[in-house]
């Protein structure tokens, strides 16, 4: 069975869901919520991970740390879309690299330090690559569900499990501050946590310059602070769903927050937010199958009647998920 086929078994979506809700909880923590043994549910771990199903990575948070980002769009001649789908997966600042079903269209999330960086690709790189016919930038005004607060699929913890791995709440030094500002120490950090979110300090130390004692006050600082979050990449076929789709959405001002806040409550939908543009709702919805996802057009996002105008764009191919950093490694390729 090849890794696509797999499906996870009831204690690893366990210990998916459990990462979900703290991606550094201690083994030994989840174990205890679990009733396993510490060894189990690190031999789960290192078996998904070694076999690329399944990634931890510590992510900035692009409003609270100053980042300029956008959600891309990108039209492109027939054939092209993979070379450059590849060649935005190879940036250092791009996530979410998606080609969706038909093949002439590119998705993507793009998160620059600095407004030169972001508007060079907008303005100048993109528009001059011949085999793109038309990009579509929008900004992410309002998270509804995603990042640090991305659960998705079935619940497979109960409350009271879920309520026992929840990080205990931070003493939210600087979370009134408009912007989180990081240094060159913290993007060292920070590199290494994109590649591995469950990271040592003494690894997070090295990079960084600093002592152990510092850098786990400093990620301490910036998780309460929102500048820093925990996602969990995982292929969403392992957990039952193999359908994704993207969905844009037009939906009247004054309904918005309330259709948001819906979607952020199905189980399907790993991600929501209130955008810029005609279409001022972007979501990604994940199903079991054709049918699933009828179901849901009809009966979940359907039911809402402030939706006034719906586009389902079914992914193709993802060629880059969560990492905005990523080394390139071979977790999470493409088939």
């Known amino acids: 069975m090849s890794h696509d086929e797999q499906t996870f078994d009831l204690l690893d979506r366990q210990l998916v869901q459990a990462l979900m809700v703290d991606g550094r909880a201690a083994f030994s923590r989840i174990a205890a919520v679990l009733g ?55 940036r250092p600042d791009t996530g ?11 998705g993507c999330l793009v998160s620059s330090r600095t407004r030169e960086d972001h508007e060079g690709l907008l303005l100048r790189k993109l528009p001059r690559t011949r085999q793109v016919t038309g990009v579509t930038a929008q ?38 501050e408009d912007v989180v500002r990081l240094d060159d ?12 979110g469950r990271a040592g300090y003494p690894e997070l130390a090295g990079a960084a310059g600093r002592s152990e004692s510092t850098v786990r006050r400093r990620i301490e600082y910036l998780r309460g602070s929102g500048a820093l979050s925990f996602d969990v990449e995982v292929h969403s076929v392992h957990l039952g769903y193999a359908i994704e789709a993207g969905i844009s959405a037009t939906v ?18 790993p ?62 390729d493409a088939p």
């Open 36 to 90: 396993v043994t510490d060894q189990t549910v690190i031999r789960r771990y290192r078996r998904l991970r070694g076999a690329g199903l399944l990634r931890v990575l510590g992510l900035p948070e692009g409003e609270r740390v100053g980042l300029y980002e956008s959600r891309l769009r990108i039209q492109c001649v027939p054939g092209a879309a993979v070379d450059i789908a590849e060649a935005l997966a190879r």
């Open 96 to 106: 979410w690299v998606k080609i969706y079903s038909g093949g002439t269209e590119v």
């Open 139 to 176: 900004t992410m005004l309002y998270e509804y569900t995603g990042g640090a607060n991305r659960r998705f699929g079935r619940d497979e913890l109960t409350g009271e499990q879920i309520a026992a791995l929840e990080p205990a709440p931070a003493g939210g030094e600087g979370a009134d």
């Open 185 to 196: 120490a913290d993007y060292a950090m920070l590199a290494v946590l994109a590649r591995d």
């Open 252 to 269: 009247a001002p004054s309904e918005l927050a309330a259709v948001g806040r819906a979607l952020a409550r199905h189980p399907q939908v």
């Open 271 to 332: 991600f929501a937010a209130a955008v810029t543009g005609a279409a001022n709702l972007a979501a990604s919805v994940i199903c079991r199958d054709q049918r699933d996802l009828y179901r849901y057009m009809t009966e979940g996002i359907g039911a809402l009647t402030a939706v006034h105008r719906l586009e389902v764009l079914p992914v193709l191919r993802h060629v880059k998920r969560a990492g905005l950093l990523s080394d390139g490694s071979r977790l999470f």
